[in-house]
């Protein structure tokens, strides 16, 4: 296959701080001089899409029939249209001729001096002096070289010189193919709520389609046009200083951009607001209007790459980021529903293989190891599904002593006994306050079990019920006697 691009290695280390220059339009260029037919299907099919056509009107645009331009076959105003056409007929190498890159160089000296003064009042609207536009006339047909920063020539000759090159064309900038689907790109406005048109301009709409219809324009009148809109654009920035805003310049180039030729105001009638506010637009966002949509860049991307080229913004949402909005949601939801199949066949896969696990340890012999192996699974029912399928013997319950001793050790040693009760349903006798539990404690508390402290308090303690207990005894001989 043919390569795409070329890479070159450079060694000289004095250009490698030189910043890279990428043309997001090279594929759209390249299709446009490899394969005119295609981009200018692909492009068409926007437009469409964007703008009612009927079908005259479509087929003026692709150049299959004659454009029916307004007062054609009008009679008024006939001495006038004979008159531009005489001028017309008067041509030089390149004011009257069909525009070509050579004419473009010799007015683009024009637009660069202009460029350098834009402070001027009244610029393109106060005519010049007609002997000194007439010696710059002859001396770009005649291909001379011209120093305009002489001083020779002031800026309201060369713009008047502009504007005559620019009328003088045999058919307007934006030729006449495009003049209706001008006329139906001023009529692309908002729609409310309920779905009816609204009277406020749906400028993003506007935007797109003037950038479809500027694509299939000639390569010469596309150059041309680019460079005056943006002298126009940096015009209207100064209009503190000139007093040239971008409607009064709209006003100036109208007839000459976009006007059919032979046609009079007249002619033109009601359409004149709309193509002098068309004119407006343009000037105000030329500096969007020279880019190629994205979905037509990315057409002409995958045309190269062999890859399905979609011939549609409505097929090609579905791939490129300016649908991107759309599309997330859709790639979120995908993505979710990826993670929790995902999610649950490991789970799945996970609890059979515990289960076989589990059974095979269930199907061991008696021993010590499968003992440890069922209490680690009974350790962790929740996560060890398996061990709710077979059932094991609960642990043995253990619960404190409720003896007297028992209490005694607790409170005394601070370390509780844990016994193991027989039975459940065996309840402890009563525990009686006697000698023999004295002398139980007296068993139990030896020195090697408590500390001097410990000690000290249960002889205490013994003391105390010592001296109770004779008490009792004297108080009993006393009753008696």
């Known amino acids: 296959s043919d390569a795409i691009c070329n890479f070159v290695i450079c060694n000289d280390s004095s250009l490698r701080s030189q910043p890279i220059i990428f043309n997001p339009d090279f594929f759209v260029e390249k299709l446009r ?35 029916k331009l307004p007062g054609a076959n009008s009679t008024a105003s006939g001495f006038f249209r004979s008159l531009m056409s005489l001028k017309r007929k008067e041509k030089g190498v390149v004011f009257g001729s069909p525009l070509t890159e050579e004419g473009i160089a010799q007015v683009s000296q024009l637009i660069e001096y202009l460029h350098k003064n834009l402070r001027a009042e009244g610029l393109f609207r106060v005519p010049g002096n007609s002997i000194r536009q007439q010696i710059l006339k002859d001396a770009l047909n005649s291909g001379t070289d011209i120093d305009l920063d002489s001083g020779e020539f002031h800026s309201n000759d060369v713009a008047t010189l502009l504007k005559m090159f620019l009328g003088e064309l045999p058919e307007p900038l934006l030729t006449h193919k495009h003049f209706h689907a001008h006329l139906k790109i001023a009529d692309l ?61 709209a006003l100036m180039f109208a007839p000459h951009i976009l006007w059919p030729r032979n046609v009079t105001a007249n002619d033109l009638q009601e ?31 995958l045309h190269y790459l062999g890859s399905r080229a979609h ?7 579905l791939l490129t980021s300016s649908g991107s909005k759309e599309l997330q949601p859709l790639k979120s939801q995908k993505r979710s529903r990826l993670d929790s199949c995902h999610q649950e066949e490991t789970q799945q896969r996970t609890e059979e293989a515990l289960k076989e696990l589990f059974h095979h340890v269930h199907n ?63 309840t402890p006798e009563p525990v009686r306050v006697s000698k023999e539990n004295i002398q139980l404690l007296q068993k139990c508390g030896s020195p090697a079990h408590m500390s001097q402290a410990k000690l000290k308090s249960l002889e205490g303690q013994k003391e105390g019920s010592c001296r109770r207990m004779r008490a009792h005894l004297l108080s009993k001989d006393s009753s008696s006697l």
């Open 33 to 67: 001089h490899e394969k005119p037919e295609v981009f200018t299907e692909l492009v068409v099919s926007n437009i469409t899409r964007l703008i009612d056509l009927p079908g005259a009107e479509l087929a003026q645009l692709m150049g299959e029939e004659d454009p």
């Open 189 to 249: 406005t908002l729609f409310d709520e309920k779905g009816n048109k609204t009277s406020t301009p749906d400028k993003e709409r506007q935007i797109e389609a003037l950038q479809l219809l500027f694509l299939i324009l000639p390569a010469p009148n596309r150059s041309l046009l680019k460079l005056l809109l943006d002298l126009l654009y940096q015009t209207a920035k100064k209009q503190d200083k000139n007093k040239m805003s971008a409607h009064n310049l």
């Open 271 to 301: 359409n004149i607001t709309k193509l002098n506010n068309g004119v407006t637009f343009m000037i105000k966002h030329s500096q969007k209007l020279f880019k190629a949509p994205v979905y037509i860049r990315e057409c002409a991307r």
């Open 311 to 317: 011939t549609s913004k409505d097929d090609l949402d």
């Open 364 to 426: 061991m012999p008696d021993s010590a190891k499968k003992k440890k192996l069922i209490r680690q699974f009974n350790k962790h029912p929740t996560a060890l599904t398996p061990g709710s399928d077979v059932p094991t013997s609960p642990a043995p319950r253990r619960t404190r002593s409720r003896s007297f001793s028992g209490l005694i050790k607790r409170k005394v040693l601070g370390t509780p006994v844990i016994l193991e009760r027989k039975s459940r349903d065996t």
